[in-house]
């Protein structure tokens, strides 16, 4: 009877919905569209309209001599951050 039910959840998650096995729960792939992606598609098109607006306008801030440096430094963490995440999205 056990494994039943565990196979009945893990059947669930592939249902679209907010409601599995006749009980309230997020399946994962309502969690999925809902809680991840639907955000993160607004704030792409918040995004790409805040930053037309703001190329449009003129600059308020002057480039200072460490600017090439910051952006350098800005590069090497990007790259190291990058570097460094398929080893932690490796599952044990």
């Known amino acids: 009877m056990a494994n039943y039910t565990v196979t009945l959840a893990v059947h669930a998650n592939d249902n679209f919905g907010p409601a599995a096995s006749g ?3 997020f399946t994962l792939l309502f969690e999925d569209i809902f809680l991840s992606l639907v955000p993160s598609v607004l704030l792409l ?3 790409v309209w805040r930053i037309s607006t ?4 003129p600059r308020k801030v002057k480039n200072s001599p460490l600017y090439e440096g910051k952006l350098v430094r800005l590069q090497l963490i990007s790259t190291l951050v990058d570097a460094t995440f398929p080893f932690f999205s490796v599952p044990d």
Not at 54 to 57: D, F, G
Request: proline content about 0%; aromatic content about 20%; cysteine-free.
């Open 23 to 25: 009980r309230f729960d």
């Open 45 to 47: 098109a918040s995004s």
């Open 54 to 57: 703001l190329y449009k306008q």
